[in-house]
């Protein structure tokens, strides 16, 4: 460690009162750069004068410090915030014990998991949509757990605290702060985290402010956006970097000393639904988020084809194409009439997916077979630029840009159980996003619901759409009808407009 490293804070319940006081007491002499606080409030009066970001993360039914103290860390967030020092608050609400709750302990099974849930059912301690109806720190709860889990006992307890909302730091509470740190108190800070530029594009400065000693290097991700001026630097600078023209909306990354920064062109559009019809490939299309007759329909294919939809052309528009035995016809217009683009790419029994897999704003295809994807970065024949497993049979494999750079990756649909496997690169590997959404028997779809550009996840159930504005478990945002049972659901942004 140097003078130059920056150090953080952390406190959890009695430490949340601690670790903010070391911070504001040792801050200027350690180069301590952030505070996060878990179940706790912090020291009411410093945050009238400290400039050190914060992120607290506190329970709804914490009866530890009870209802006036997560008022209090409401009250000191709002105070940091309003005084314009960077802070996040998070309150974590009760949420179901599902059956595979306890498969995240070390040790445990699914089929273990599932027991467990099972014997708590049975107690008659979690209500129908499987909330618990007692408090697990009032009611003593060990007793339910089946014969043969005494050595997970407190573990289980642990997350039947978190499902209640008690005084218990969650899941995610790691990634919480380390996300904080990652990119918003490094020694070195980016003017902006998201650019949002014209249609037209052009030239434009990001400020970086910097300890002296701190060195740093800015690179473009995305092929049409370029560097052009402060590549590396000491202490504060500047980074110029320019656009190219795009008619279509798009988004792209810079890294500037290892923080992202979004530039967002033009006007992200929203994803509507569409039905591809397999009895005779008929297409209908729907441009608003509800419930309603189509706005377009047309015949494109013929029955058993398998749908596809992207901006094949770089328009802005997302066009329908099927895959039959092997080959792709895709079309740049949503009406009826010959391909524009026909070549073959993987077998008969591969199903189809598009994606734009390398940020140019162009969508291309890939296929899935079994637990393998091949993916193009362009539409053509050939062989596969991308080539990994993701997923286990049976999954069904969804594609969005779930983190908002630019770039569409995979994720996966369980079918069994609604749980959903998120991925924010195209390797394999763990999925950075998982939850669950949905039912079993669920149709998963993808898309833009709200046109914030990020993708989002949604299933379709018989013809009900039920869509979620965030890749998180909870309830739909927007629920509608559109199609029939037996039609395939497809999303795309079909007339260009915001």
């Not at 209500?127 to 109806?133: G, K, N, S, V």
């Not at 005779?280 to 596809?308: C, H």
């Not at 993987?346 to 140019?360: M, T």
Request: charged share 15%; aromatic share 12%; net charge negative.
């Amino acid at each position: 460690m140097t003078p130059a490293t920056p150090i953080f804070t952390s406190g959890i319940s009695n430490g949340g009162a601690f670790a903010p006081r070391a911070a504001f007491i040792l801050g200027a002499q350690y180069n301590i750069r952030a505070v996060s606080i878990f179940i706790a409030s912090g020291p009411d009066p410093f945050y009238q004068t400290t400039t050190l970001p914060h992120v607290w993360a506190v329970a709804t039914e914490d009866s530890t410090i009870g209802a006036s103290g997560n008022a209090r860390a409401r009250a000191n967030f709002e105070t940091l915030a309003g005084r314009g020092i960077r802070a996040k608050f998070r309150q974590n609400v009760p949420s179901p014990v599902y059956p595979l709750r306890f498969w995240q302990i070390p040790g445990l099974s699914a089929a273990d998991s599932v027991a467990i849930q099972t014997a708590f059912k049975n107690a008659g301690v979690l209500d129908a949509e499987d909330y618990l109806t007692v408090n697990p720190l009032e009611t003593d709860l060990r007793p339910l757990i089946p014969p043969g889990y005494g050595a997970f006992t407190g573990d289980i307890q642990g997350h039947l605290k978190m499902c209640f909302g008690e005084h218990e730091f969650f899941s995610d509470a790691d990634s919480l702060v380390l996300n904080l740190f990652a990119t918003t108190v490094s020694p070195i800070q980016v003017g902006s985290e998201t650019v949002s530029v014209p249609p037209g594009g052009g030239s434009f400065n990001l400020d970086v402010t910097a300890i002296p000693q701190a060195t740093w290097t800015a690179r473009s991700n995305s092929g049409w956006i370029a560097v052009t001026g402060g590549k590396t630097g000491n202490g504060n600078g500047q980074v110029t970097f320019t656009v190219a023209g795009s008619v279509a909306p798009r988004t792209g990354t810079l890294t500037v000393a290892e923080q992202t920064v979004r530039i967002v062109q033009g006007v992200p559009r929203a994803s509507t639904p569409g039905a591809f019809r397999t009895s005779n490939g008929f297409v209908y299309q729907r441009e608003t988020n509800d419930t309603g007759f189509a706005d377009r329909e047309f015949f494109y294919g013929t029955a058993n084809d398998l749908p596809v939809v992207g901006d094949w052309n770089g328009d802005g528009v997302d066009s329908v194409g099927i895959y039959r035995d092997g080959v792709f016809f895709l079309r740049n217009s949503n009406s009826s009439g010959f391909a524009d683009l026909q070549f073959p790419f993987g077998q008969a029994g591969d199903l189809p997916v598009a994606g734009d897999w390398d940020g140019d704003g162009v969508d291309s295809v890939g296929i899935v077979r079994g637990t393998q994807l091949f993916l193009k970065n362009s539409n053509s024949a050939g062989f596969a630029d991308l080539q990994f497993s993701y997923g286990t049979a049976g999954d069904v494999v969804i594609v969005g840009d779930w983190n908002g750079d630019g770039v569409d990756t995979i994720g996966a649909f369980r079918p069994t159980n609604g749980f959903v496997y998120l991925r924010n690169s195209n390797t394999e590997g763990f999925a950075d996003l998982q939850f669950f959404y949905g039912q079993a028997g669920d149709r998963p779809v993808a898309g833009d619901w709200n046109a914030d550009g990020f993708d989002t996840i949604g299933v379709v159930r018989g013809n009900q759409w039920l869509l979620r504005n965030s890749n998180s478990s909870g309830f739909a945002e927007i629920e509608f009808f559109y199609g029939t049972a037996t039609d395939i659901p497809i999303t795309g942004d079909w007339n260009g407009l915001p």
